[in-house]
């Protein structure tokens, strides 16, 4: 049994079933893949695939069993591999964080520079990405940390904490009307405006669907769109109103436009930092979660991973 047979598994079933398709992921031959799975499965002496002909279908019921476990394996292989290279040189070696658009480039600037300075060694990789993305890279062990504030929490390989809070605002043109409007902002006023915001999933969408869903309002919703900049581009141009995060709002380089806080229609959002459970930090991603988030020293981190992993 060996890693290249387990990867065969791993990527033909992520593949949909197609040979071709895993093979090019692995960068090997589709018979190589082939020959590579029926090895395995001669070993263990079960079948993992539902064949038709020379064409995979699906799973049998004992591969779909132990799909998680080789997925655990090739998990526990990295972490043994990160393990071995820590213990080695704790101020050297890869950093990798994976970070929506808006946290990317908001939120996680100052703790890089500050992280830079204290490990001049540690290469750093910033990936950016939707949130899924970003926990499925947690998941596949592509990034030590991931950052974002949807879907982190709905996986429960991950081990999700809560970091930052933030509130959504509304952006508009400094002469329109809305920015003139007497006393707080409402639901009302704001859906008579096209509005220009998030891509679904991203940076808080769902609560500003479901604050309008609950007030029975239908928004023309004109641009969709996955940075906060592109939003701020298009609300500069008058294409609508805008509402993003406000950490993606500074005044000294937004002079085109005005701000009104939306908190009170679409509540506070919470910014999760997860890692994947059970799996080993080296001594500078503790360092680097906290010149991001200073509330969550190693202590807390690891008190928050025992209690996990006890429930």
């Known amino acids: ?53 020379k064409r995979l279908t699906g799973l049998t019921p004992p591969g779909d069993h132990l799909l998680p476990i080789i997925e655990r394996v090739l998990a526990e292989s990295r972490h043994l591999q990160q393990a071995g290279h820590a213990y080695l040189a704790q101020q050297q070696g890869v950093l990798s964080v994976a970070a929506t658009h808006s946290q990317a480039r908001y939120a996680l600037p100052r703790a890089v520079q500050e992280f830079r300075l204290r490990f001049p060694g540690v290469r750093l990789h910033l990936h950016q990405g939707s949130p899924k993305q970003v926990a499925q890279m947690l998941q596949d062990g592509e990034a030590d940390v991931g950052i974002a504030t949807e879907a982190l929490a709905d996986h429960s390989q991950l081990l999700a904490l809560p970091c930052r809070c933030w509130r959504h605002v509304v952006i508009a043109p400094l002469a329109h009307p809305l920015l003139r409007a007497q006393g707080p902002l409402t639901l009302e006023q704001l859906a008579a405006w096209p509005l220009i915001t998030y891509d679904n999933g991203l940076t ?6 479901d604050a309008f869903a609950r007030a029975g309002l239908a928004p023309e919703i004109v641009l969709a769109a996955m940075d ?22 500074d005044p000294e380089r937004d002079t085109q436009l005005g701000t009104l806080d939306a ?13 994947r459970r059970g799996g080993y930090l080296r001594s500078y991603v503790y ?20 209690a996990a992993n006890d429930a």
């Open 1 to 53: 049994m060996n890693f290249q047979q387990l990867r065969s598994v791993r990527e033909t079933v992520r593949s949909g079933f197609n040979l071709t398709e895993a093979a090019q992921t692995l960068r090997a031959s589709q018979s190589g893949v082939s020959r590579q799975i029926r090895d395995l499965e001669q070993e263990l002496g079960i079948e993992l695939f539902v064949r038709s002909g």
């Open 204 to 209: 808080g969408r769902s609560r500003i669907d």
């Open 228 to 249: 906060a900049d592109v939003i701020k581009t298009y609300v500069a141009l008058g294409m609508g109103v805008g509402i993003v995060a406000d950490l993606a709002c």
């Open 263 to 275: 908190g009170h229609l679409f509540g506070v959002n919470q910014t999760k930092l997860a890692v």
């Open 287 to 306: 360092a680097f979660i906290e010149c991001f988030a200073p509330d969550l020293p190693r202590p807390a981190i690891e008190l928050a991973a025992a």
